[in-house]
């Protein structure tokens, strides 16, 4: 009898009703005016209870009602707003409650282009340690012996912003000359730290120096990923632009974006990541500036619509959970300024309740990319993926060991660091807060 009720079990395990109610979603995220079906394939009926101004269900404009749960169930969206679609068996028996979440319509412009990108940092980077010759058969590094590390970021100078390297060094000579200690204000990952320096005579030189390799810029080339015309923001990268030297975050001072053509392309082979070699074009015109680096890129005001858009339209993005594996497309450039469509694979997606990198693995599949470039290249990050219509992501980051695949993030994620929405279970914490 034990075996048989265990084969009954197994058996009703791999039921269709089973299955699609294992399925059947306990939250739903609807963008005002979108619609979504659900099937349950239960061969019965339920009486179904939720708010129409949010969600009309089956098209049904009462609060309760009854529905074929054998037959698709239909979601259409209307306010923004909260609610909770129970069914009830008989009318009494809970089956199944839905959190349901209506935002406001959003549709962003995909982009492709290739961009350059200018960004100043929030102070003054340290990136290496020098030693400075103070006498014959002796030298020393005033910064090693400040305590100041490689990835420092030094944000005032005796009580003074700085973020431009020129205007150090007239500070470390007067300290030098008054045998004065330079005050500093340091940011060291999330801390503050107050220190102080003493400039070094460089004997050789005949100057005064601190010991310290300093920068204060970046520059480099990218995609933008989207641009939202209604909130005038747009997102890029897909990923955090880092120091070369020490590989930590750049923090942002101020920063531009402008018009990049792309020369040629080296292939991407096995272990060797190729690359998009571009110019910087027209750069008098600012397409935008940069007010943010975070994990999923580069995001600021759009100044103006970006030219060479594949898609004129803005087109609704999709929620992490909409996202599906199989066909869809990236934009971007492999030429000039034209964007071009290719295909891809979604070969993977990662549940993702928050914002974290690597959401889906992707995989070229369209002949003349991968004839072109190899298959993901240096460059190429941010490129947007659209599936069903909708902007799903953006590249992110290529398999070194396989060039044809590579990891892409979450659109949701990027419009949210752009400040475009906001993740309603974060919303919900600040509040618990």
Known sequence: MGLILVFFVCLGCFSTPFQSFASFPGEIRLFSGQGRQLNLSMPVHAE?????????????????????????????????????????????????????????????????????????SD??????????????????????EAKIQVGDLIQEFDGTYINDVTKVASIVKKA????????????????????????????????????????????????LTFYAPDQGVYGALGHVITDMDTQTPISVGEGQIVHSTVTSIAKSQNGE????????????????????????????????SPEHSLVKEAIPVAFAEEVKEGPAHIYTVVSGQKVEKFDIEVVHVSKQDFP???????????????????????????SPIIQNGKVIGAVTHVFVNDPTSGYGCFIEWMLQDAGVIINPKEQQNLKAG
């Open 48 to 120: 179904v209870t939720v708010n129409p101004e949010v969600v009309k269900v089956n098209g049904n404009a009462t609060h309760s009602f009854q529905v074929d749960l054998n037959r698709p169930i239909s979601l259409e969206s209307g306010h923004s707003g909260k609610t909770e679609m129970q069914l009830r068996l008989f009318g009494k028996i809970p089956l199944k409650t839905v959190k349901v979440s209506v935002m406001p319509d959003l549709k962003v412009i995909p982009g492709g282009q290739t961009i350059g990108v200018k960004i100043k």
């Open 123 to 144: 102070g003054i980077m340290v990136v290496g340690h020098h030693l400075v010759s103070v006498a014959d058969n002796k030298k020393s590094s005033p910064g090693e």
């Open 176 to 223: 030098g000359e008054q045998q004065t200690p330079i005050k500093l204000k340091i940011r060291r990952n999330e801390q503050q730290i107050q220190t102080e320096i003493t400039p070094a005579f460089d004997t050789v030189d005949k100057t005064y120096r601190l010991g310290l390799y300093i920068r204060d810029s970046a520059a480099g080339v990218g995609t």
């Open 273 to 304: 990541p190729g690359e998009k070699r571009a110019n910087f074009f027209n750069e008098s015109k600012v397409l935008g500036n940069i007010v943010k680096n975070t994990s999923f890129g580069i995001f600021g005001k759009m100044f103006d």
């Open 356 to 382: 974290a990198t690597k959401g889906m693995v992707i995989k070229i599949t369209d002949p003349r990319l991968l004839e072109k470039t190899g298959g993901i290249v240096q460059g190429m990050s941010g």
